[in-house]
């Protein structure tokens, strides 16, 4: 007898119990009385913080409205403060609409379930189960150091070098949410700093540069998100909420916001590049940093991964072709893409899933029966993303359907005589500031319904609002905290908060300058602003 009473599990006696049994007099951790003491926690106060302000504002609020229209804001109250305090997990706040909702008399519990699944999501899903792909075959490797390869130089040139950094990763951010590009494109440009010394023996201009590189790849893939639907959350979020709110106008596609993202984002990131080589890269630090980077260390990194198998050159091609579908699907009014073969049935969801589903067929001729992706490889989805993204579209729903819309556009009546050109960079400046104290999505989900009522209130296109305040919720450039992007850059040790600010500052003012322009004069011929909704 070994005297801990646990009993012998290779036992054959039927009576032998399948959990090992303890000793009652043994305390369990789970037993272990607290004082009560415990329970007045910071975490513990915003849990409460959520139900109590939903209850003050049932009970103390009082609208010209119905009644719904109180309980909506309530509702309102009780999500954005668990968001922000992140009391209780994103992805759980997220679901709360599948029950608050019904509860308070806003929808019912299929219509709101509805939320959380549709093309948008259909998107999001197919998106990054190709994402995921490319991560897997390390694709995304592969393609970081043949660009970054022309971009080297012999002799080095910084500039040029951080451009292909930078360049690489706005271009992976395009077609994979933001963050999982500056995941995925951090170790390789880590890895490129690695020949560099570090601690004391490192100069000036070394350590310059490592910053211009930790600070190009978090900013490029904030960037880089903006070009299409699929870099980011938020495109998405604004793009259901225009399908919810306005049901009977033409939808944006995915090519409609390319032609608009991707001009804005390449204005964007040369901005950033230049501001990156006027504080990082100094007069002769190619000669410094030629010592320590050359293109054969680039060269044999790449000759590790070997030549491409067929399994990468399957997904690339899986890749390539939902592209051309995404960009195809709808063109112009005389060239209407294959879309209407379908007669609009067909959206960029559908293409999405259709495509991925390819990667459970098609076989990756490594091992006998084994197909490019399987389930297991699919764990890693992002499901706070989904989750978000559905409550968003919910709570668009809501505002509509309780009578909230209408109290906030009556409550904004005096922006009706505010110049466009005046109030459309403090929307940019407002949700921009916004977003640094919480993330991205709930930045856009808070203030997009508030545009549309604003937009109203000035009878103008809501998307000349609707666009600069997304796009806004994405300029999160000064704090660690803003982005998990951003996070992604601070732990690496280059940077610290005021090298964040130092170069932030002034990337989000030109992206406010740029937007600002870009909206009414691009972006009215892009998305039809000149005419009605």
């Known amino acids: 007898m070994n005297g801990d009473h646990t009993p012998n599990l290779n036992s054959d006696d039927p009576k032998t119990p399948l959990l090992p049994v303890h000793d009652p007099i043994q305390r369990s951790p789970s037993s272990i009385s607290y004082p009560i003491t415990s329970l007045f926690t910071p975490n513990n106060f915003y849990i409460l913080l959520g139900p109590l302000l939903c209850t003050l504002i049932c009970l103390l609020v009082k609208l010209d409205a119905p009644v719904t229209s109180i309980y909506m804001l ?120 690695q ?98 980077l050359d293109k054969a260390h680039l060269k044999s990194e790449l000759e590790m991964l070997g030549p491409m198998a067929f399994a990468e050159k399957m997904v690339l091609a899986v890749f390539g072709m939902l592209i051309v579908l995404w960009m195809t699907r709808s063109i112009t009014d005389d060239i209407p893409g294959w879309g209407a073969l379908f007669n609009g049935l067909a959206g960029d969801g559908t293409v999405s899933v259709m495509m991925a589903t390819l990667l459970f067929i098609i076989p990756n001729k490594k091992q006998r029966g084994e197909k490019l992706m399987d389930w297991n490889k699919c764990k890693k989805l992002p499901w706070n993303i989904v989750l978000l993204l559905g409550a968003g579209f919910a709570i668009a729903d809501g505002v509509k359907t309780s009578g909230l819309a209408d109290v906030l556009s009556k409550a904004l009546d005096f922006l009706e005589e505010v110049p466009y050109l005046a109030i459309a960079p403090m929307v940019c400046l407002i949700s921009a500031t916004i977003t640094e104290f919480t993330s991205n999505n709930s930045t856009t989900t808070l203030v997009v319904p508030l545009l549309i009522q604003i937009a109203k209130t000035m009878h103008i296109h809501p998307l000349l609002l609707m666009v600069p305040g997304a796009i806004g919720a994405q300029f999160s450039f000064l704090l660690p905290t803003g982005t998990p992007s951003n996070i992604v850059g601070f732990t690496t040790g280059h940077i610290e908060i005021k090298d964040m600010i130092k170069t932030g500052v002034p990337l989000k003012i030109f992206g406010i300058a740029a937007l600002s322009l870009l909206m009414p004069t691009l972006g009215a011929y892009v998305f039809g602003t000149n005419g009605e909704v």
């Open 74 to 193: 309530a509702i309102l109250a009780w999500i954005f403060s668990w968001w922000f305090t992140e009391a209780v997990p994103m992805p759980i706040t997220s679901m709360t609409p599948l029950f608050l909702f019904p509860l308070f008399g806003i929808a019912s519990a299929d219509s709101v379930a509805r939320s959380f699944m549709d093309d948008v999501i259909a998107l999001v899903l197919g998106s990054f189960i190709l994402a995921l792909a490319v991560e897997h075959y390390n694709i995304h490797k592969r393609l970081a150091l043949n660009i970054t390869m022309l971009f080297c130089g012999d002799p080095l040139n910084p500039p040029l070098l951080l451009l292909g950094i930078c360049a690489t990763t706005a271009f992976v951010s395009m077609w994979m949410h933001n963050v999982a590009a500056a995941v995925i494109m951090m170790p390789v440009a880590t890895g490129i700093l």
């Open 195 to 292: 020949r560099l010394p570090r601690g004391p023996t490192q100069s000036n201009v070394v350590g310059k540069f490592c910053k211009a590189v930790v600070l190009g790849v978090i900013y490029s893939a904030a960037i880089g998100g903006m070009s299409t639907l699929t870099g980011t959350g938020v495109n998405l979020i604004l793009v259901g909420m225009w399908k919810s709110y306005f049901p009977e106008a033409n939808p944006i596609s995915f090519n409609t916001w390319f032609f608009f993202g991707f001009p804005l984002a390449l204005v964007i990131f040369f901005a950033l590049w230049a501001i990156l080589c006027l504080l990082y890269c100094s007069k002769g630090s190619g000669q410094v940093l030629s010592v320590y």
